[in-house]
């Protein structure tokens, strides 16, 4: 669990940290709201891909359903 849980972390700082040198590749590192901005844009596209990802989970679980069935 803890092997995991590393790789979450390390994850996670990869995300960021590659955020803020996004950022300060562009100059906007310290324009006001502009970290905020950028995280909000990160999780808008988080939040469409999860729901991707559900859509897809469903259409496969049915398509697995119909398999069995026929």
Known sequence: MRFYLFILVLGLVAF???RLFHLLIQGKLFEEGAI?????ESGATLWLGMRLFVIIWLLYLS????VKRC
């Open 63 to 66: 398509l697995v359903w119909l």
């Open 36 to 40: 905020k901005e950028s995280f909000r």
């Open 16 to 18: 960021v940290l590659s």
